[in-house]
């Protein structure tokens, strides 16, 4: 399984990616060995996920997300269940 996920940084500010290991991958950033974006915004915490089939269909959904405002973000967030 493959998933796109937005991270909540304690500075509020909202990174998002993509991995095949939710937790590793959580585990990963809030040690400080994840993307440089969350190094200097520890600790964050996980707010959105999506479960795809193939790592391709999490990158095309990461570039989706990535290109929506912040609101549009927001609003997706506020729907999930996560």
């Known amino acids: ?3 796109t996920y937005i991270l909540k940084c304690s500075d509020g500010t909202l990174y998002c990616g993509w991995t095949n290991d939710l937790e590793k991958r959580l585990k990963t950033h809030n040690s400080g060995k994840g993307a440089k974006y969350t190094r200097s915004r520890l600790p964050v915490e ?12 999490a990158q095309r959904r990461e570039y989706q997300i990535k290109h929506l405002t912040r609101e549009q973000k927001l609003k997706l967030i506020e729907k999930s269940t996560c």
């Open 46 to 57: 996980l707010v959105y996920y999506e479960g795809f089939e193939t790592s391709i269909e």
């Open 1 to 3: 399984m493959n998933f």
